[in-house]
């Protein structure tokens, strides 16, 4: 695995041990939510995964946009924000 290029798969496991950490396994990001920060703008693909068709995200990425909906992941469980 390339550290710096994820996969949505990679890049939602990375994200889900720092969702884990905070909200003590409350909350949870999959490989669809990745996907979707991505739609949303949040996440840009920087590139195609050995495969030629998987999207691949850098990690720093991945961090930023998993701390910009942080916040709101954490209210719809019932977390302040931290």
Not at 3 to 22: C, F, G
Not at 39 to 65: I, K, M, P, Q, S
């Amino acid at each position: 695995m390339d550290i710096d290029h994820l996969t949505a798969a990679e890049a939602a496991a990375h994200a889900d041990r720092a969702r884990q950490a905070l909200t003590a396994g409350a909350a949870h990001i999959q490989p669809a939510t990745i996907r979707q920060w991505a739609a949303r703008g949040h996440l840009t693909a920087t590139g195609l995964a050995e495969d030629g068709r998987t999207r691949t995200y850098r990690l720093a990425d991945v961090a930023r946009a998993e701390v910009a909906t942080r916040a709101r992941a954490l209210r719809l469980i019932g977390m302040r924000k931290v």
